[in-house]
């Protein structure tokens, strides 16, 4: 048996999404600029697809970009707001996604904008006393601090920082690739000027995602050569992907609570399996609770000789998770993320089980019993 716990990595593309996708690659061949009939056909879909991607998360469909993933769209916010928007100074944190933290590192050597990062508090949450008192050193800034931590599953309060930002004249980035299509959006209302997604983190396809911009914010494209999504970003659209994102998207919404009720099941399965099997069991992020991201659990494991192999064994087992931390040999530096937010213990292994729709109780048994076998034995 093979049990997939990786989805915070990617997830399997619905049968759904090939079935919306396939068509498109066989028949709607044209170039979306083309003023031809055959041309004007993928223009149609790819324009459906962005006034569905807007209704589901309550914005104008002008403010919709798309791109190749969230890692392009991360980039595009960052590199507009201090190239087109006037931006000196970048605030983000050491626990970012580092599509992120290096994109203000190259922005601060290139540009010269100041960098400053944000404390965090013991559990992982924005320290938003210290955001504050960055915040009041003044200056046209942009702050970057993402929704939900794609390793500790952190969760911050976007809505409080968001306002925190707007009282002091800032823009806001926040990076939604983990929580988009696992929660809802309401865009006219939330106080961010940039969000970005990834569609193969619900069940859509690789190499595509987009940015939203607010509207009213002008910015130019960092990838030149085309006057493609409004001249923001150039190269001729990827029809048939756009399609498949707009098409995960309205799975995902068309039933969101029994969606999480699902995961958070099987999340809570684990988690009961794991304290029965473990005494010195610990979650890093305190990733076990209810109010963090329901999708992704971070495990450090009592210290054991195999700590080093335990992701190796455990694919050898047939289940697929991945490493948050530094394994004991000293191989490599580990997860920056858990030694930004101190949770990193050379001794333990940390590793991170994230969890999707097509995931079963099975599953979850199946993975236990190998996890028990990987450290059963000294």
Do not use: W
């Not at 006037?86 to 922005?107: D, F, M, N, P, Y």
């Not at 944000?118 to 993402?146: F, P, R, W």
């Amino acid at each position: 048996m093979n049990v997939y716990l990786d989805n915070a990595a990617t997830t399997a593309v619905a049968p759904e999404v090939i079935e919306a996708m396939v068509p498109v690659l066989q028949e709607s061949f044209g170039n979306p600029s083309s003023s031809h009939a055959v041309g004007r056909k993928s223009r149609v879909l790819i324009e459906q697809s962005r006034r569905s991607v807007a209704k589901l998360l309550n914005c104008h469909p002008s403010c919709i970009y798309f791109t190749s993933g969230g890692t392009e769209a991360d980039n595009l916010a960052l590199r507009s707001a201090v190239r087109d928007l006037g931006c000196t100074r970048i605030i983000t944190s050491e626990a970012e996604h580092s599509a992120v933290i290096k994109t203000a590192q190259s922005l601060q050597r290139s540009n010269g904008v100041d960098l400053d990062l944000v404390d965090h508090l013991e559990n992982g949450q924005v320290d938003l006393n210290h955001l504050q008192s960055l915040l009041a050193k003044g200056g046209k800034t942009i702050v970057s601090l993402m929704h939900a931590n794609n390793e500790v599953a952190v969760l911050q309060d976007i809505e409080a920082i968001g306002k925190m930002c707007q009282n002091h004249g800032a823009l806001f980035h926040t990076d939604t690739v983990q929580t988009m299509c696992h929660y809802s959006f309401d865009l006219e209302s939330l106080p961010v000027d940039f969000i970005t997604c990834s569609a193969h983190k619900f069940h859509g396809p690789k190499g595509v995602g987009f940015l939203f911009i607010r509207k009213g914010l002008q910015v130019s494209g960092q990838i030149e050569g085309g006057s493609q999504e409004r001249a923001v970003r150039g190269g001729t659209e990827s029809t048939h992907n756009i399609v498949g994102l707009a098409k995960a998207m309205e799975l995902a919404y068309a039933d969101l609570e029994g969606h999480q009720s699902h995961v958070r099941a099987l999340k809570a399965q684990m988690v009961e399996g794991l304290r029965a099997a473990f005494e010195d069991i610990r979650f890093n992020g305190a990733s076990d609770e209810m109010d963090k991201l329901y999708t992704v659990l971070n495990v450090s494991f009592p210290p054991h000789p195999k700590s080093g192999m335990a992701l190796f064994l455990l694919d050898l087992e047939g289940v697929a998770c991945s490493g948050g931390s530094a394994c004991s040999s000293g191989a490599t530096l580990g997860s920056h993320v858990l030694r930004a937010l101190k949770f990193h213990d050379p001794k333990r292994a940390s590793l991170r089980f994230s969890f999707s729709r097509y995931n079963t109780q099975a599953d979850i048994d199946y993975a236990l019993n190998a996890i028990q076998r990987v450290f059963a034995s000294k």
